[in-house]
């Protein structure tokens, strides 16, 4: 029984409004070709045949919304048995068509409770005035009154079995409000409604935040006692939603009609995926005042088990038809609103065409991902790092880079966030540590001694055998501990940090190198800088391309470098673009530099061209290799010294640069870079 209105159930539905009319097709065509049938050779049959036949294609082609197919349906075919009756003769005639009367009900099943009672009512009246047209009375009255109480007794019980069908299986049994498939069901026949009457439907995803704390705090029992206090708050709540549901664990959806939709809003043809423009300022507004009304009058506080808990929620709003025409759609905007204000510490987010979430391509990729290390699809980039004293190549940073087989190079920004939010992205980690390895034993066989470095994810952090897989990797190379440099971001750490500190302490005990990225982006640099043993920080790259035209991002670079040094740490720029940040950097005493204007990311052939035209084959004993804070020339006496020796550099041109395929904003976020590495050993620490 079931049988639903929309949604992914939708094939049911069509599958039963195509094949209940095709066996009446059959039973009419039976009766109009063999010979002896009370229709044998009648218009009456043919007319059945060709209303059961209409009745085939309008299921076939019927919308979700098209709410009147399965009562015409009905009555069509009930029309159609009546003139079978009228036209009948005898009472064995009319008892063949009164039979089929009854079956006529299942349709019931498809409309609502009003619904269901005027599709009995006009199928019981077909038969009535079918039997009054043709036929003795006499003979013919007790089999139609049997067969009017049999059509109203099977009408009745199929709508009970299926409402309660229905409920068991769209209804929250601890709430009583939809569960999941409920609030898709009758949350879309609520927007299609509220969108029908020319309104804006307002869906307010609410998300109860740290649920999981009074479930160990008053135990499961608490935990559904406060869900059922605020499903019962959410449906008296004012203004009042046209629907509440359950969306799932401690989710609600809750949809409001809204404002009267712009006419272009309202007009323009829909894909459940579309977005259109920006809401305007006023109506950003009232969705922000609607949003922080509901909050505020779930906020409690509520007993529960004698203990009075106050409800700390978050809410995403998405807004049909801008965002969505469909109840889905809608959902999927709303979470990722939710979450992106998760994400910036707020309560409230509406969605916007700016917010991207997961997409079925993405799902699709992920799943190509997974297979591409096995197909040696991967590939790393390097992209060079430039001692500002010496002037020469000193270290470099490897770029994951995925060589997709139908859609060309792919850049990190495309493939390594899906990784990032599975385990997946430990397997690449381990890839790119051990290419980058791999490539660094085969310079240092052709004379080519550079250094190079690998990013490490916060999942990589909390895995118990990231030492030996370091080590492993190290010793399979044939290359000592000095060569690599871990890169780790603030965010990585925050995560997990006791964990993170005893397990960078343990390869830092192994003669890794470590380095802080993004520097400055972050809520504990300070702590972390004195808690765990770095070697170096790298300036965010924000602040290095904004410091020649800013004041405070230029203050900002200065006091980072101070404090570096200070610490006995090397300090490195990255996002260094053109010749005057190159200049200013140098001058103002950054130990390291990184960017376009040194060298884009190059494959691994071009970047050993690179170095043998450079003569940055210093070995890492070479002083000039390296350039440790503690070695550095005091910057008052150095500074026309570096300024010179990094002028006497010029930026890559022609074909050094031509061969790398990513620009500088793939390598923003923590994920797409695999790893850097300075120059030679650093001073230790001890």
Known sequence: MRLVFSGGSHADRRRFLIVAPTGAVVLFLLAAVVPGSPGY??????????????????????????????????????????????????????????????????????????????????????????????????????PAVSAAICTIAAGSIVKGLFRAGLLQSYIDPLTRLANRAGTLERGERVVAEIQAAGREAILVLVDINRFHEINDALGHVGGDRLLQIIARTLATLEPRPAFVGRAGGDEFALVFPGMPAPATVAAAPRRPDASLAVPTPAET???????????????????????????????????????????????????????????????????????????????????????A?????????????????????????????????????????????????????????????????????????????????????????????????????LAAHGLASDVLTLEITESALVTQPARAATMLNELRTQGVALSLDDFGTGYSSMEILKALPFDEVKIDRGFVTDARGSLPDAAIVRSVLDLGHRLGLRVVGEGIEDE??????????????????????LPAAKMSELLRSRGAAARPSDPQATFPASDRVPAECAGAEQAEAGRSVPPLTGDEAGTASAGRGEERGPSARAGRRIGGRPKSNG
């Open 41 to 142: 050779l009648r218009w009456e049959t043919w007319v059945g045949v060709l209303v059961a036949t209409v009745n085939i294609l309008i299921g076939w082609v019927a919308k979700p919304r098209w709410t009147w197919v399965p009562p015409f349906a009905a009555a069509s075919l009930a029309i159609s048995l009546g003139l079978g009756l009228a036209a009948s003769t005898s009472g064995r005639q009319t008892e063949m068509y009164l039979v089929w009367f009854p079956p006529m009900c299942a349709y019931v099943a498809l409309v609502a409770i009003p619904g269901s009672i005027l599709v009995i009512a006009m199928i019981v009246g077909a038969l009535a005035a079918g039997v009054a047209v043709g036929g003795d009375l006499n003979e013919t009255a007790g």
């Open 285 to 371: 507004k009232r969705r922000w005042a609607l949003g922080h009304q509901v909050l505020r009058q779930i906020q409690g506080p509520f007993q529960v088990c004698g203990v009075d808990v106050e409800v700390d929620a978050s809410v995403g709003i998405a807004v049909a038809p801008r965002d969505s025409a469909t109840m889905g759609g809608l959902l999927t905007c709303a979470d990722s609103a939710l979450l992106r204000a998760r994400r910036v510490g707020e309560s409230l987010g509406l969605w916007d065409p700016g917010i991207t979430g997961v997409r079925p391509e993405e799902i699709a990729l992920y799943a190509q991902l997974r297979n």
């Open 373 to 473: 290390i096995i197909r040696s699809e991967l590939l790393l980039f390097y992209q060079p790092l430039q001692s500002a004293l010496s002037g020469e190549i000193v270290g470099a940073e490897a770029l994951l880079r995925w060589h997709h087989p139908t859609r060309g190079l792919l850049a990190p920004g495309v493939f390594l966030p899906i990784a990032e939010r599975s385990p997946l992205i430990a397997d690449l980690t381990r890839w790119v540590l051990d290419e980058a390895l791999r490539q660094c034993a085969a310079w240092a066989r052709e004379g080519l001694h550079l250094p190079v470095s690998v990013n490490l994810s916060a999942r990589m952090l909390v895995l118990d055998d990231l030492p030996q897989v370091v080590a492993g990797s």
């Open 580 to 601: 005057r940040t190159l200049a200013m950097m140098i001058d103002l005493g950054c130990d390291l530099l990184q960017g376009e204007a040194i060298s884009v990311p």
